[in-house]
T-cell receptor, first 114, second 113 residues
Framework: GAGVSQTPSNKVTEKGKYVELRCDPI?????LYWYRQSLGQGPEFLIY????????DSGLPNDRFFAVRPEGSVSTLKIQRTERGDSAVYLC????????????FGEGSRLTVL | AQKVTQAQTEISVVEKEDVTLDCVYE???????LFWYKQPPSGELVFLIR??????QNEISGRYSWNFQKSTSSFNFTITASQVVDSAVYFC??????????FGQGTRLTINP
């Protein structure tokens, strides 16, 4: 389809492992966002890309989290040395890059750290 | 920093009833944007509306209406003649800075047939 695509939809891993979550935004959208949603909570901002560069990464909780968008399209969120507290749904969104804030979200990647 | 409070954690009504979801926001900005998003069981958030602080006119879109009141820092959302398909989690949000949305905790709305 033409929407935001996220893979995998579900990921179960063990504490201490490395995880990569992928986001394929809507074609032509220059802005890309990662949010994290814990059970029963609203999404929390992690990082925002404008093109290839991270314009705002103030929401990344610590240096175990890193995200890239090397060609200005697909983005990968990388989590090192996963902890049980990292378990959440990781949502990706894209937009045309203006300030309307109308984000188009994917269905998320549910990460479970055992 | 912005803060958004949705005091109603869960609401359950019978189909065709009207229902109002409350949203209270805090911001020090004089210019700001407020949003409502819907999250159906599939998980993706769907944009419903954006309102800027200069425009206090209420808005109606079909069965949906929004009441923005700066005096009480509220941006409430009403669904008229609710339907089962309206069942979802609804989030109110405020724009912080240029591109960061600050979401409330959400209200889970269940419409029973």
């Amino acid at each position: 389809g033409a929407g935001v695509s996220q893979t995998p939809s579900n990921k179960v891993t063990e504490k201490g492992k490395y995880v990569e979550l992928r986001c394929d935004p809507i074609s032509g959208h220059t802005a890309l966002y990662w949010y994290r949603q814990s059970l029963g909570q609203g999404p929390e901002f992690l990082i925002y890309f404008q093109g290839t560069g991270a314009a705002d990464d103030s929401g990344l909780p610590n240096d175990r989290f890193f995200a890239v968008r090397p060609e200005g399209s697909v983005s990968t969120l990388k989590i090192q040395r996963t902890e049980r507290g990292d378990s959440a749904v990781y949502l990706c969104a894209s937009s045309r890059g203006d300030i309307t804030g109308e984000l188009f979200f994917g269905e998320g990647s549910r990460l479970t750290v055992l | 920093a912005q803060k958004v409070t949705q005091a109603q954690t869960e609401i359950s009504v019978v189909e065709k009833e009207d229902v109002t979801l409350d949203c209270v926001y805090e911001t020090r900005d004089t210019t700001y944007y407020l949003f409502w998003y819907k999250q159906p069981p599939s998980g993706e958030l769907v944009f419903l509306i954006r309102r800027n602080s200069f425009d206090e006119q209420n808005e109606i879109s079909g069965r949906y209406s929004w009441n923005f009141q700066k005096s009480t820092s509220s941006f409430n959302f009403t669904i008229t003649a609710s339907q089962v398909v309206d069942s979802a989690v609804y989030f109110c949000a405020c724009l912080q800075g240029a591109q960061k949305l600050v979401f409330g905790q959400g209200t889970r709305l269940t419409i029973n047939p």
